[in-house]
């Protein structure tokens, strides 16, 4: 009886001290997955939408695809999604209603954001090639910029209200160049997001599917 009662302090002494404590929980709260997440997405978002705002200040003539304010403001509103799944109450296997919607509408979005980012990517990447081989000439209250000007059927770019040309050339090249970096990372960070909530549930990839065509197998 004594040693089995020793036996037990022993095991029940390890217990103890393996299982986290109160101030663990606290600063692990501080890093849990969606906090950097969102607030990188609503950085990078932020940043995207001042640089549409920057880009369109230049020409109002600039389409919605050339300046993607849109883009940004929707990833601030993924963000947002994010930070309200950080606030509600972790539990283990989405066992709360109110955890599994917001975190299945979280990894839509996010994956909706991958999918925008990547378009923004491709528009700024085909405008910025375009730009960048104009040549542009000042006119009343506009600038008329041409892919090449010794062709007198060319495509003509009308930008209004820029009285130096160099703003087009330049400055707006400038501008398409940092909305290609900023939408990768934010391209990135959508990524990240996606996995990590995809191998929380399912801890690898077609692991359901792996493990069906497993137990079918056995059975044969």
Known sequence: ?????????????????ESPGPDDDRKCRACRFPLLVALSQ????????VVAFLMLAISPSLLARE?????GIILC????????????????????????????????????????????VAFAGYHHAQTSS???????????CTLDPRDPIARTFTYEGV????????????????????????????????????????QVFYSGLQIGSFQQWNKV
């Open 42 to 49: 609503l950085l990078l978002g932020v940043a995207v939408t």
């Open 163 to 202: 009285d130096d040309c160099q703003d087009i050339t330049e400055t707006l090249t400038l501008y398409f160049l940092l909305q290609i970096v900023l939408n990768l990372v934010q391209a990135f960070v959508c990524a990240v997001a996606v996995f990590i909530m995809w191998k929380h549930r399912y």
């Open 1 to 17: 009886m004594g040693k089995k009662g020793s036996s037990e302090q022993r095991d029940g002494g390890k217990r103890r001290e």
């Open 134 to 144: 104009l040549s542009c000439l000042p006119t009343a209250d506009a600038c008329e």
């Open 77 to 120: 509103l993924v963000a947002i999604v994010g930070f309200i799944l950080y606030c509600v109450t972790y539990r283990p296997n989405e066992r709360s209603t109110l955890q599994f919607i917001v975190k299945l509408l979280y990894f839509t979005l996010c994956a909706i954001g991958l999918v925008i980012s990547t378009l923004v």
């Open 67 to 71: 300046t993607p304010h849109w883009a």
